[in-house]
């Protein structure tokens, strides 16, 4: 049996945090909390520039560009579907609207595949040193699937090694008393 080496955290691994952008993945009707914790750590970090990401699953790489960017195409070749251009947009639309006041640099990518990879892809290829994602507000059907499968944040800290800030956009009340 032949065993694969996969390279661990380590210190000679990490990237320098003065000066090196952090990643930030975003999916649609996102609470604004999320590229507002990313703004405040891009300012505390001396105003490094800000890599917004959304990763459709509906969608497949083609090609990976050493800028961070993707060619994709339909998960589908045989039904053409141009709706991402619209989500594209949006997503431009509402980070514009909430990074108005932002002075820092910020780009946004729009990205294929699982979002774990995709996001690994744009920190390693701008060199982030951190990475910034909301946590996922999970319905009761939803925690299974969740249990199982893992968060995008907890995908990203077991697949690759840069840190990983998960933003809480819902909070548990510790007092309440269980639904079962």
Do not use: C
């Not at 996969?6 to 990490?14: C, G």
């Not at 045989?78 to 006041?101: K, N, T």
């Not at 996001?119 to 909301?134: C, M, P, Q, Y």
Request: hydrophobic residues 45%; glycine residues 8%; aromatic residues 8%.
């Amino acid at each position: 049996m032949l065993f694969h080496h996969v390279p661990q955290p380590t210190p000679e691994r990490m990237v320098p945090v003065p000066g090196r952008p952090l990643v930030v993945g975003v999916v649609p009707g996102q609470p604004e909390l999320v590229a507002l914790t990313a703004v405040a750590w891009s300012e505390a970090l001396g105003g490094v520039p800000l890599y917004f990401g959304y990763a459709d699953q509906a969608r497949v790489v083609d090609e990976e560009y050493p800028d961070g960017t993707v060619r994709h195409s339909d998960l589908d070749p045989d039904q053409a579907d141009d709706s991402w251009m619209q989500r594209d947009q949006d997503i431009r639309a509402f980070l514009g609207g909430v990074l108005a006041d932002h002075t820092g640099p910020w780009e946004f990518r729009y990205l294929a595949g699982r979002a774990d990879r995709a996001l690994t892809h744009l920190a390693r290829a701008v060199e982030a040193s951190a990475i910034i994602v909301g946590a996922k507000r999970v319905s009761s059907t939803e925690r299974l699937r969740e249990f199982m499968a893992g968060s995008v944040g907890l995908q990203l800290a077991r697949h690759q090694h840069r840190p990983v800030l998960v933003v809480p956009l819902s909070v548990v009340d510790w007092k309440a008393p269980a639904p079962w």
